[in-house]
């Protein structure tokens, strides 16, 4: 992909990548990051699961155009499937501004966190309600017969 930069990024560029699979990220021919082990032979790759990574780039300069380069591998498509069960076998990325991918990450946690102490609460209040039971009701413990 070829990138003309006709703007300037206060802090910096971020690629950040939707994928099923492995990669590797060039620019202008330099390495900047992976994820898994990007491999033709099956056995040789390591990929990962469905994942929201972002890969901060070098400073870019006004008017000058710049080579991004990604190398991707899935060679076993069959386990990348989304939630819905739709194949999803390749990757999506966008290109942003690394402060607006600061700003948007807690609208990436905070419903996974919420949920997380949700269950959480529910399931420790009812183990600590039954704990109660288990002290304060011991005439009506169940009585194992080997």
Do not use: C
Request: no cysteine; charged share 15%; hydrophobic share 45%.
């Amino acid at each position: 992909m070829h990138v003309f930069v006709d703007t300037v990024f206060t802090s910096g560029v971020s690629l950040e990548f939707f994928n099923n699979g492995a990669w590797e990220v060039f620019v202008n021919g330099n390495y900047y990051g992976n994820l898994g082990i990007v491999s033709s032979v099956p056995e040789n790759e390591l990929a990962v699961a469905p994942t929201n990574k972002s890969i901060q780039l070098p400073p870019l300069k006004i008017g000058e155009w710049y080579h991004i380069a990604v190398r991707f591998s899935n060679t076993d498509i069959r386990i990348h499937y989304n939630g819905l069960g739709v194949l999803e076998p390749g990757y999506k990325m966008s290109i942003e501004g690394t402060d607006r991918l600061i700003k948007d990450l807690p609208n990436n946690i905070y419903p996974s966190a919420i949920l997380g102490s949700g269950l959480f609460a529910f399931f420790f209040t009812l183990s600590f309600i039954h704990f109660l039971l288990y002290i304060f009701y011991k005439a009506k413990r169940f009585k194992f017969i080997l």
